[in-house]
């Protein structure tokens, strides 16, 4: 499975935009990028993904770079509740591996208020 | 709330033991994922079904097995515990077989 790498923590303020990188130099060109969420004492959230193109949702916006070596998760204006352990994933649209998601140790968010 | 519901929330056992968990999908969902989450190891995939049958199968330990349903509710069944299987049983589900996926709140399984 192609990696990523993420920073092992973040801070941000709440009300302010926050934007956490993930890099994926080894992705290959059917990999999807997906990102999950996991608040405190709960069950990861799907937030966003996106295979080539720029995606936005009611969450977040995932901005992916034009070699598809790096992405970035984009969260508009933080809140209290934004406060959790991101995973950037990749995912392979073929192949055994399905729906299989390989969780890495994520980027920890802090928001202040 | 996702959605997906699992039972029990928690599960304290000895080791040695079986223990079966239980998950419902959302109403529609006909893939059921297994995750582990434990302190050590992280968030580990453990087997997919996708309408009854194995999808895919990640490092699930023999003495660990799974199935789903004709209902598509699944169960995940843990036997000869041990100490190291104390951890956070997910099940996640999704529409087909590789959508974005949905989790439960999970199971705290404590093996004494």
Redesign the interface.
Known sequence: DAKTTQPNSMESNEEEPVHLPCNHSTISGTDYIHWYRQLPSQGPEYVIHGLTSNVNNRMASLAIAEDRKSSTLILHRATLRDAAVYYCILSPAGGTSYGKLTFGQGTILTVHP | D?G?TQTPKHLITATGQRVTLRCSPRSGDL?V?W?QQSLDQ????LI?Y?NGEE??K?NILERFSAQQFPDLHSELNLSSLELGDSALY?C?S?VD??????????TRLTVT
């Open positions: 996702s997906v893939s994922y995750y992280g968030l580990q995939f997919q996708y999808r895919a990640g997910f996640a999704s077989d590789r959508g974005e996926q949905y989790f439960g709140p999970g």
